[in-house]
C-alpha cells in the first residue's frame, strides 16, 4: 500500500474487514496528515475467527533485515468481531520478536490497547 509517509507520532487508524472467506479490505487512514490508502487483499482461507496487531522484521535474500528501533508502538482502542459478538483481547497469544536468541520486544495487551516496545 503505497501512498502513506507516516513520521514517529502519527496517529494512523487500520481497519481490516473480511468480506469473504479469501478476502479482506484494508483501509489505512494517517489522521494526523488527513492521508488514506485502501486495498482488496486476496488470501488463503481465512478463519474469520481471530485478529492480529503486529509488527514484523522481513527478509531479503532469505536472510532476516535488523530490525528497526522504533522505540514504541501502541494501538489503541482495538477491536475484533465475529458474526457471534466481540473478541476480547485480554487473553491475547503474545509473541515477542526474537533474533539469534535475543528477545527485541516486549509485548503487552489490555481489552482495547496492544503496546509494542522495542527493547
Known amino acids: 500500500m503505497m501512498g502513506l509517509s507516516p513520521s514517529a507520532g502519527d496517529v494512523v487508524t487500520i481497519s ?3 468480506t469473504t472467506a479469501t478476502s479482506a ?3 489505512i487512514t494517517n489522521e494526523s496528515t488527513n492521508q488514506t490508502v485502501s486495498q482488496v487483499v486476496t488470501t488463503g482461507n481465512l478463519c ?7 509488527v514484523e522484521d522481513f527478509e531479503v535474500d532469505g536472510s532476516l533485515t535488523t530490525l528497526a528501533d522504533f522505540d514504541e508502538i501502541k494501538f489503541t482502542d482495538v477491536s475484533a ?3 457471534r459478538g466481540s473478541l476480547d483481547i485480554s487473553g491475547a497469544t503474545i509473541l515477542n520478536i526474537e533474533q539469534n536468541g535475543t528477545v527485541l520486544t516486549a509485548v503487552s495487551s489490555s481489552r482495547s490497547t496492544v503496546d509494542i516496545v522495542y527493547v
Do not use: I
Open 81 to 83: 468481531g465475529t458474526a
Open 16 to 18: 481490516v474487514t473480511a
Open 48 to 54: 474469520m475467527e481471530e485478529a492480529d496487531w503486529l
Open 25 to 27: 479490505t484494508v483501509v
